[in-house]
């Protein structure tokens, strides 16, 4: 069970870039389940401390921060679509966005993920949605 929720229904034993692979089909997801905010927030925490006890399960099977658990992906793209208008633009940037806080660990993004466990391996991806979501905020509101 634990295998099967934290690499997201096997997305995370993708040959090429399944973190990548698994942010572009939560986008796809938010994108076509068009949940109201509300429900969005209560599955994204939900998620969360699904994904640290997958996380946990999981480290133990394979490696810290292994690169089949992709949970974590989910709930960071998630993250960084709240409140973010249903255009493919903006999903486009967020996704974007994302994979780059994500992949260069930028901006305490990296102390985050240093936290123990499932904590850790799910921790960056938030600051790395939160930051991806601030960014497109501000581009929404300036223009």
């Not at 997958?54 to 998630?78: P, T, Y």
């Not at 102390?111 to 600051?127: C, I, K, N, S, W």
Request: glycine fraction near 6%; include cysteine; aromatic fraction near 18%.
């Amino acid at each position: 069970m634990h295998q099967l929720f934290g690499t997201f229904f096997g997305l995370g034993f993708s040959k090429f870039a399944p973190g990548t692979v698994a942010s572009v089909v939560a986008c796809l997801l938010f994108y076509f389940l068009k949940m109201p905010i509300w429900l969005s927030l209560i599955v994204i925490i939900v998620l969360f401390f699904l994904g640290i006890q997958s996380a946990n399960h999981l480290e133990k099977e394979f490696e810290k921060d292994a690169s089949c658990i992709v949970i974590d992906e989910l709930v960071g793209m998630w993250i960084a679509l709240l409140f973010v208008p249903f255009d493919w633009r903006y999903f486009l940037a967020a996704l974007v966005l994302f994979r780059i806080f994500d992949i260069s660990k930028i901006l305490y993004i990296n102390r985050a993920e240093r936290l123990q466990g499932g904590l850790g391996v799910m921790a960056d991806d938030v600051l790395a949605g939160i930051y991806s979501n601030l960014l497109i905020q501000c581009f929404i509101w300036y223009n």
